[in-house]
């Protein structure tokens, strides 16, 4: 990562160390909005990363992004910082004006609301940020081809819902209203290739969390004595805690392919089949770890971790949630497998031979 | 509080490495159309064919890292790496060689005498020279520091006493890397005073006994050393630095394509012959699979970066070695909802010859090389519990 990335990356590691502590992130579910957290991220400029410089943003790598909301899930942030850079990422790629404030995403991969006579129609179930978000930004289909579209909050019927750890996911239902702003179709974007894309997000985010329940419970059975000696010299915390971290390290390695990949593509949001592979794996691999390691994480902290007050349940609840938005590993498993399939059975049909492992290796 | 973060960096291919994967590839696929060989599970460690394993020699894929004046091509870690890896996807029979081309080799490179390098490495580059590990004993697995073959000092060199077993294909091999013990055991330094020797196995005293594993192959050996006389210059590096060089090669072992890929032969038939009729359940288990292989080669890809960079990845190894063996275990545990494993013999099904030994062959997985259990405190001693 370039010197000037590793910048913004600092930068924002100190805004969260300062402002987002477990109390912080605790207080914000109870509904104590945590305004100096807000304030300092929009004005560190941060949420304008994917943004290019020419329109105001910071004109960050893909990479850079996806290091900041993997980072941002390590101290649980109650903040919407992952969604509003994805909106801010569609409002740039569609010629939209990227917003300085907080964005929703209204977008959850599902079907998307239509576009007919200039006028929206339709419905999300779980829209990403809708509490105190300035401007909902709503990918929609016109006649089969994506085009962002934003509302004022108060255009649109909003029924406030939240995820397990309390992160707004609201219903959005569009009853044929007019969008303030709406772009051209968008040739670089599909549907799946969003849902791909934010399936990558959520992924990052549970991986950011496995490093911090890894750390969390690395701590704690270090600290907390019974039977007269630390927890974590007993050989059956020990090896929980190296399942823990085999899961965690797994996920890392998975992420950090397919950021790569999805790098090195020209269009990252038309959901390619080169692409495909490393997205999917990376949301397999990090929903089905985060199962794993939530019950392990748990079961090594006791009663404590069952708390409230101890930090570990804010991740565990986000990672139950996580796993299941945008795709959990039962569906991207299952289109995974059948991409393997369809391309054997595409090269018997010319008289070839297709291999998984030529898709495993690619 | 500490950060317990590891980092796989991404592998640097370049197109020389298509380019091997790409000729690796043919070379198979024409080797098992002319019946060269017919594919195996766990061929790595089932798969004996001296022949082939000369053949690989004659293509230059066996010691590809090494220097050139020691017979090797000085290619990368990583292609290698494409070598291995196309090998084991194939059931190719490389478990002649793969031993010597894996461990033995690096270690005479790192501790051997410029005479084994100049005699023995070229060999086994050749595909004509095989070499055995000595680790194991009738009283010493898991707590292999507890070893109790003896090598007393004589004149000119050392007299080996003990038994080694386990020894994976000893039967075809010329040498044995024997760790023994040089000096008494002092239970407060119980990792000193051990030293490995390069021992010929044609040497007066040594006897070698096969034995048959449960899937039915005869790979294992018991091997027998009594008063075997070695020259001094036998010894792999210094007196006494046994356990080190020893831990610093199964680092080396621990992360490599065989540890997640030895039953990925069972997987692609599976997909080779069910393609057509796939349900969206079967293939929601196949992509599960598949998506873990993916993410553990990126891991490993990782370690071997690690590696090249001149770091010792010892726990990221385990971790690699931890999850990539249950998951060859966990391929037949999976496939058998849809392909049930039930049948000795075959009867000329390929696939169900191929899920048979896969299951009898995998509690070996989680054993060989350091049991998982063994790992998991490497692993803990890594994030600072031990």
């Given at each position: 990562m370039e010197e000037t990335e590793q910048l913004v990356l600092d930068t924002a590691h100190r805004i969260f160390t300062d402002q987002c502590s477990a109390g912080i992130v605790n207080g914000s579910e109870r509904g104590e909005v945590p305004d100096r957290l807000r304030q300092a991220i929009l004005e560190s400029g941060v949420?304008?990363?994917?943004?290019p410089e020419p329109a105001g943003?910071?004109?960050?790598s893909l990479a850079l992004g996806f290091s900041l909301i993997r980072q941002a899930a390590e101290f649980a942030l109650p903040v919407p910082l992952a969604d509003t850079l994805v909106a801010n990422l569609l409002l740039a790629e569609s010629g939209l004006a990227a917003t300085e404030s907080w964005a929703a995403l209204a977008?959850?991969?599902g079907e998307l609301p239509l576009m007919v006579d200039g006028k929206v129609s339709g419905m999300v179930e779980a829209a990403a940020?809708?509490?105190?978000?300035e401007v909902l930004v709503v990918p929609v289909s016109d006649k089969g081809a994506v085009r962002i579209a934003t509302f004022a909050h108060a255009a649109v019927e909003v029924e406030h819902r939240e995820s397990l750890a309390g992160e707004a996911r609201s219903r959005i239902t569009f009853r044929s209203v007019a969008p303030d702003q709406l772009s051209g179709?968008?040739?670089?974007?599909?549907a799946d290739g969003l849902k791909q894309f934010c399936g990558l997000v959520r992924a990052c985010q549970i991986s950011g969390a496995l490093e911090k329940i890894t750390e969390l419970t690395v701590g704690y059975v270090k600290e907390r004595q019974q039977f007269g000696r630390p927890?974590?010299?007993f050989q059956a915390i020990q090896h929980k805690v190296a399942d823990i971290a085999g899961e965690a390290a797994l996920t890392g390695a998975a992420i950090d392919q397919a950021i790569r990949m999805v790098s090195a593509q020209?269009?990252?949001?038309?959901?390619g089949s080169q692409a495909f592979l490393a997205l999917a794996t990376a949301k397999v691999v990090a929903s089905e770890a985060a199962g794993k390691v939530a019950r392990d994480a748990h079961q090594a902290h006791g009663a404590m971790g069952f708390?409230?007050?101890?930090?570990?349940q804010q991740y565990s609840r986000r990672i139950w949630s996580w796993r299941e938005e945008f795709g959990s590993e039962f569906y991207w498993s299952e289109r995974l497998g059948m991409a393997v399939t369809s391309e054997i059975r595409a090269h018997e049909a010319r008289h070839t031979t297709g291999s998984a492992w030529h898709m495993v290796s690619r | 509080m500490e950060s317990v973060r590891f980092k796989f960096p991404a592998p640097e291919i370049d197109g020389s490495i298509d380019e091997l994967r790409k000729e690796v590839r043919t070379f198979l696929d024409t080797e098992v159309r002319s019946g060269g060989f017919i594919p195996v599970t766990d061929c790595w460690c089932a798969g004996v064919d001296p022949e082939f394993s000369r053949k690989l020699g004659q293509k230059g894929w066996?010691?590809?890292?090494?220097p050139r004046e020691y017979?090797?091509?000085?290619?990368?870690a990583l292609h290698r790496y494409v070598i291995t890896e196309e090998l084991l996807v194939a059931g190719a029979?490389?478990?002649?060689h793969w031993i010597a081309d894996r461990q033995s080799g690096p270690l005479i490179l790192a501790t051997g005498t410029e005479d084994m390098k100049c005699n023995i490495l070229p060999r086994i580059a050749a595909g004509e020279c095989f070499v055995a590990l000595g680790l194991s004993e009738p009283e010493s697995g898991s707590d292999?520091?507890?070893?109790?073959?003896r090598a007393r000092k004589v004149d000119g060199g050392w007299e080996i006493t003990g038994t080694k077993l386990w020894s994976s294909g000893a039967k075809h091999c010329q040498y044995m890397t024997v760790l023994a013990r040089t000096s008494e055991r002092d239970p407060n330094q119980r990792h000193e005073g051990l030293t490995q020797f390069l021992v010929?196995?044609?040497?007066?005293g040594v006897t070698v006994r096969g034995i048959r594993d449960m899937s039915g192959v005869e790979h294992f050996n018991e091997s027998h050393f009594e008063k075997v006389f070695v020259p001094?210059?036998?010894?792999?590096?210094?007196?006494?630095?046994g356990w080190k060089q020893i831990t610093s090669e199964l680092a080396l072992e621990r992360s490599g394509p065989e540890r997640f890929l030895s039953t990925f032969v069972a997987l692609e038939k599976v997909l080779q012959q069910g393609a057509s009729s796939i349900t969206g359940h079967q293939a929601a288990v196949i992509g599960s699979l598949l998506a873990r292989i993916r993410a553990l080669r990126a891991m490993s890809l990782g370690v071997a970066a690690l590696l090249g960079q001149g770091h010792s990845p010892e726990v990221e190894a385990a971790l690699v070695k931890d999850l990539g063996t249950r998951l060859e275990q966990d391929i037949v545990e999976r496939l058998r909802e849809f392909w049930p494993v039930h049948l000795k013999q075959s009867y000329g099904d390929e696939l169900q010859r191929l899920m048979s030994d896969s299951l009898l062959r995998q509690p070996s997985f989680t054993l060989r090389g350091g049991t998982n259990e063994v790992l998991k405190g490497i692993i803990a001693r890594g994030m600072g519990l031990r």
């Open positions: 949420t304008l990363a994917w943004v943003g910071v004109g960050g977008f959850d991969g940020g809708a509490s105190g978000a179709p968008v040739d670089c974007m599909t927890l974590g010299k020209y269009a990252p949001l038309r959901g708390s409230y007050e101890y930090p570990l | 066996i010691g590809v890292t090494w017979g090797g091509r000085e290619l990368s029979p490389v478990h002649a292999l520091a507890s070893v109790r073959t010929p196995l044609n040497s007066t001094d210059d036998a010894v792999l590096g210094a007196v006494g630095a």
